[in-house]
Each structure stands twice: as structure tokens, then as C-alpha cells.
């Protein structure tokens, strides 16, 4: 059981089907949604979209060069654009986003129908084929252009569900960045604005390439101990002197234009620091036990799981320093960027962009948050009595994490269209549905499975309405309405007593418990726990003072180098193992098992 995505259906974006190709047909390609025949007007509407989607997230351009660039390459009224790399990938993304604005035909009759050539998320694949063409005769010579329309290929590929694909452009890119020298502080003779823009460059690839790695537990091509280049500037003038049309909040305010991409490249370093540090430390436990799994020793998931509470703190401390302008205000009481799953009070007449870069910003905190408690979602069988307090609220953490992103997306897809057609937020969702069924089969007895269970409702909700611009999310339709049937399936089998035989008892209760009175709405614990004290941190190659300087070292001089990043210690060979035990566990209630890692993979 898997998604019907783009990488289903299609062997590379930008060849035909796989069907097509093993029958030996070959189809007539679309020519308007693949782009090959835009028109000038056409061209001119999707480009208008980028402006407020993808360069507000992606600030790697400069405006006024780009456009002056495009209108160069209409020639005559009549004659079709001349060919030009940077140009084919902008566009192939914005169609890939302006079609999923559109209503699937048929979208109700077929929810298991395949994608094709038609599908938004393959929209735009003629431009991105000639812009990899383009982009094969520069790899000798590259140029700053050349990185610009890799980290674009890397986000067209993403939101198509090509990862694997994605991830290989990913390296190619890192090394042609390097080749330029993006990895090292520009001379202070440059012009101010191109010295901005590598340094922009190079942490925006940096940023991709550790979500990417993170996300797929694969290791890394960059190497903090290999990078001079400090952090990019944000400030009004720079803002200005970029060409961006629109710069700054409001008078006051320090925040503009440029402040989302710098706070967004902190916060997956400071998620990176704290996910190599517990792969680490689960590695040296495990070396400790001769390779056991860490589900096996309940001591042993413990000590990885106070370690991980106590690097968590780094990830508040971003969360603290982030200003104010970028956070989404909620209604009543509620804090933003927490799980008290409160409503947000989007400002209406606050600039596009900055609601886009506000919301995105919390949902990509959520996840990454959501993605470092995951490993504490158990679904082994306990091997002995012995609570595990620290295991359990992790698993909370995380299941609040995902609830608290399902009805934030949820919220906004109902009241304004800022992630209607935003393929990323919908694999932020995919993703944190797993989380959420995940703990339901895992705790079918506990106090928070009843809100989990419902948050599984919110999500399909959201696949539906995912599911009328793209195959994708219609596909996760039936595959969580499945998934949670079988859910569903196993919390009665425990109710009655029934489950007994197969799997274990629910969780004891645990001091964990009782810092949650409203299982329901309340944080999790882990949340607001202040870090250990020095003589309760966990004894490594990682210790907490790395994790909690990474940003800093990068702020502006330093010695740029983190103690122990070159191991890349890469666990993931027990996160697998994890999803066959509930693969096993669906098995004996006589179901069909899941491809859970070819899901997890999907999102």
C-alpha cells in the first residue's frame, strides 16, 4: 500500500509512464501543462505568482535583474521565449503551483486514480527537462545562475514526490556550490548585495539539504567544519538594494523581507544539531548493548530519551528569540508557535507575503519538532514492566506537535487560500498523520488516543481538500481511512479484552501523566521542562554545549567547526525496524500489512 505520487507513475518528471513505457505506447505529451508552448501571457500569469509564493520563501533572486532577464527573451510578438535556464524552472514551479489551484476533473470518481501527465504536481515537467538540458552544458562552468536553478530543480522535484531524484541534485548542487566557493565568507571588496546573495545561496542549500537528509535519515554532503561563510544580513537597506518590491513590516520593525529565510535556515540548524547529537547517543548506547534494539531495553530508550528532552531546549531557545512580527498572533489567550491548538488570528491586511512566511515558518516548526520526538512512538511489545516516563511524554510531545499542525493547516485552508495549491504543506500534513496514527496503534488504550483519533478525522478532511487539485492527497484519503479502520480496529479489540493475546497491555501510568491534566488541549510537559542540569546530561561524543552554539558560530566569526559533525552518525536502521513491528502488529488482526517506510517516504 503506498501513494499514488507523481514518482509512482512516472519514472523521472520528465519521462513518460511507467505503464506507457512497459506496453510500449507512447503518449502524446500534454503540451500546455508541461509548459512547452506557453504563450506570453501565460508565461507573464504564472510568473505573477511567484513574487508572492516562492520568492518570499526562497529570497535567492534579484527582482529587477529577473525581470529585465525575462523580457529580454521575448524577441518578437510572435516568436516563441528564447531558452534560458533560470527562466524554465521558475515557470515549471509556478505551474506546478498555478495548476493545483485548478479543480481535478473527475476528482470524486477515481480516488485511487494514478497521476498523469495532466496532474498538477507534474505540471511544468517540458520547462524543467530543458532547463536540466541547459543546466548538463554548465557543469564545467557554473555560475551563480547555475545554483539558483538547482535549489529550484530540488523544490519542483519535492513537492513531485521525486525525493530520491531530489536528493541527487541535492549533492550535485553542494559540490557545484563549492566549486564557487559559496561555503566561504565572500572578500569584503565585493558589492555588498552580491556578497549577500552567495551567502543567502549557500545557506538556503545548506537548509535544503539537511531537511532533505533529515527527513530521508540519509547522510550529509555539508560539513559545518568545512564553512567560513557566516549567516546572511537582513536588514531594511540590504532589503532595498536586493530589489525586492516589498521590503519591510512597518516602521519599527526589524523585520523584513529577508528575515524569514534567515530565521528558517536557524531553525533547521538548530534541529540538525539536536538530530545528530541523539543519533549519536543512541548509537554509543546501542554500541553499549552490543547492538540490541533500544525497544528491547527499556533502560536504554530511556537514557536516549532524557537526552533528547535535554537538547530540546535549543529548539525553545530559537523559538524565543524569534520576533514577534513573524509569529501568527492567536485569538483569546492562545500562545503562537505552541500546541495549545488555538485558533490563529491571521491579520488581514498584512502583506501577503509575510502571512505566507508566518504560517509556514510554524509549520515547519512543528514538523521538525514532531520528527525528533517520532522515535518514541513504540509500537514493540514492552520486553518489562518498568514505566518509561521520559519515552511516553516524547511520544506525547510528538503526538501534540502533529495535532497542533493539523488544525492549524485545517483552520487556514477554511478561512483563506494562502496553502491552497501548496504541495509542501500538504506532505507537512501526510507526514504528520503517520505521527498521529502511529501513536493511536501504539497506545491504543491511553488518554490521548480519543483527541489522536480525531485529529486522524481533521487530516482526511484535509486530503480531501488537497484531493481537489491533486492525485496525491486523494490517495492518502483511502490510505488513512484505512490505516485507521484498522486502528479503529485494534483500540476496540483492547477495550474488550480481545487484543490481550496479540499485543501488550496499555502504557502505566507514569509521572509523565500527571504534568497533563487536559489530554486533549494541554502541551506536552517536554515542552516548557527546563534543560537538565550538567550532571544529568547524557556522556557522549555530543555534548549540549555543541548543540546550543551552532547558530551562535555562525551569527558572525567564531571558529567555524562543531565538535564530532564529520561522524554523521546515521541511525536509521532501527526507525525501520520499528515500522515492520507495526507491520507484524497489523498482520495479526488478519489485515493486510502496510508499507509504513514507503509511506513515511512519500511524505
Known amino acids: 500500500m503506498q501513494l499514488n505520487s507523481a514518482r509512482t507513475s512516472f519514472s523521472s518528471p520528465a519521462g513518460p509512464r511507467r505503464r506507457d513505457f512497459q506496453d510500449g505506447i507512447m503518449p502524446v505529451k500534454p503540451a500546455l501543462m ?40 521575448w524577441t518578437t510578438p510572435e516568436a516563441p521565449r528564447k531558452p534560458s535556464a533560470l527562466v ?19 476528482a470524486h470518481a477515481d480516488p485511487k486514480a494514478e497521476v498523469d501527465g495532466n496532474d498538477a504536481t507534474i505540471a511544468g515537467r517540458w520547462l524543467y527537462q530543458r532547463c536540466q538540458y541547459l543546466l548538463a552544458e554548465e557543469l564545467e562552468s557554473p555560475s551563480i545562475t547555475t545554483i539558483q536553478c538547482y535549489i529550484f530543480s530540488i523544490v519542483y522535484l519535492c513537492n513531485a514526490s521525486f525525493q530520491n ?74 532589503a532595498m538594494l536586493s530589489g525586492a518590491h516589498s521590503t519591510s513590516v512597518g516602521s519599527g520593525s526589524s523585520v523584513t523581507c529577508l528575515t524569514f529565510a534567515l530565521q528558517n535556515i536557524k531553525l533547521i540548524l538548530v534541529a540538525r544539531a539536536i538530530y545528530t547529537a541523539f543519533y549519536a547517543q543512541c548509537a554509543e548506547v546501542l554500541g553499549a548493548k552490543n547492538g ?9 530508550l530511556e537514557t536516549c530519551a532524557g537526552f533528547l528532552q535535554s537538547s530540546m531546549h535549543s529548539l525553545q531557545t530559537w523559538l524565543n528569540e524569534l520576533p514577534d512580527n513573524l509569529k501568527t498572533q492567536r485569538k483569546g489567550n492562545g500562545t503562537p508557535l505552541s500546541t495549545d491548538r488555538s485558533a490563529v488570528d491571521v491579520e488581514p491586511f498584512a502583506p501577503l507575503w509575510l502571512r505566507r512566511q508566518r504560517l509556514l515558518l510554524e509549520l515547519r516548526y512543528h514538523t521538525l519538532a514532531m520528527n525528533l520526538y517520532r522515535p518514541f512512538i513504540n509500537f514493540a511489545p514492552p520486553s518489562s514492566s518498568l514505566p518509561q516516563p521520559l519515552a511516553e511524554a516524547n511520544s506525547i510531545s510528538c503526538l501534540n506537535h502533529a495535532m497542533s499542525l493539523t488544525q492549524l493547516i ?57 484531493g481537489e487539485n491533486f492525485v496525491i492527497a486523494s490517495s492518502a484519503v483511502v490510505v488513512a481511512r484505512d490505516v485507521a479502520a484498522k486502528a479503529d480496529v485494534l483500540v476496540n479489540r483492547f477495550r474488550t479484552g480481545a487484543g490481550a493475546g496479540s499485543r501488550s497491555a496499555p502504557l502505566p501510568p507514569s509521572s509523565s501523566t500527571t504534568s497533563l491534566p487536559e489530554w486533549s488541549a494541554a502541551e ?42 564529520d561522524e554523521s552518525p546515521m541511525l536509521m536502521m532501527w526507525r525501520q525496524t520499528d515500522l515492520e513491528s507495526l507491520n507484524a502488529a497489523v498482520g495479526e488482526m488478519g489485515e493486510s500489512t502496510l508499507d509504513l517506510w514507503g509511506l513515511v517516504q512519500d511524505g
Open 34 to 73: 508541461g509548459g512547452e508552448n506557453l504563450t506570453e501571457v501565460l508565461a507573464d500569469y504564472f510568473l505573477g505568482l511567484f513574487w508572492q509564493s516562492y520568492h518570499c520563501i526562497y529570497h535567492i533572486l534579484d527582482e529587477v535583474e529577473f525581470r529585465e532577464h525575462y523580457k529580454s527573451l
Open 88 to 106: 524554465d524552472i521558475v515557470l515549471a514551479m509556478c505551474m506546478q503551483y498555478g495548476v493545483a489551484f485548478l479543480p481535478r476533473q473527475h
Open 165 to 238: 531524484t531530489a536528493h541527487s541534485v541535492l549533492a550535485l548542487a553542494v559540490r557545484t556550490a563549492q566549486t564557487l566557493g559559496l561555503h566561504l565568507e565572500p572578500p569584503e571588496d565585493m558589492p555588498k548585495v552580491q556578497r549577500e546573495t552567495r551567502k543567502r545561496l549557500w545557506w538556503t542549500l545548506y537548509a535544503l539539504e539537511s531537511q532533505e537528509c533529515m527527513a530521508l535519515g540519509r547522510p550529509w554532503v555539508t560539513q559545518a567544519s568545512h564553512i567560513t561563510c557566516i549567516f546572511p544580513a537582513d536588514d531594511q537597506e540590504l
Open 292 to 300: 540490541e534494539s533500544l525497544y528491547d531495553n527499556p533502560e536504554s
Open 410 to 466: 485545517r483552520q487556514v485552508l477554511a478561512e483563506m487560500d494562502i496553502l491552497t495549491g501548496w504541495h509542501e504543506a500538504f506532505q507537512w500534513q501526510w507526514n504528520a498523520a503517520l505521527s498521529t496514527l502511529g501513536f493511536v496503534l501504539a497506545h491504543p488504550v491511553h488518554p490521548c488516543t480519543p483527541a489522536a483519533r480525531r485529529a486522524v478525522a481533521t487530516a482526511i478532511e484535509i486530503f480531501e481538500i488537497f
Open 524 to 565: 506536552s510537559s517536554r515542552d516548557s521542562m527546563p534543560p537538565f542540569t550538567a550532571s544529568q546530561e547524557m556522556q557522549g561524543s555530543w555534548q549540549l554545549g555543541s548543540v546550543s552554539s551552532v547558530v551562535a558560530q555562525f551569527g558572525g566569526g567564531g571558529d567555524a567547526s562543531v565538535d564530532g559533525e
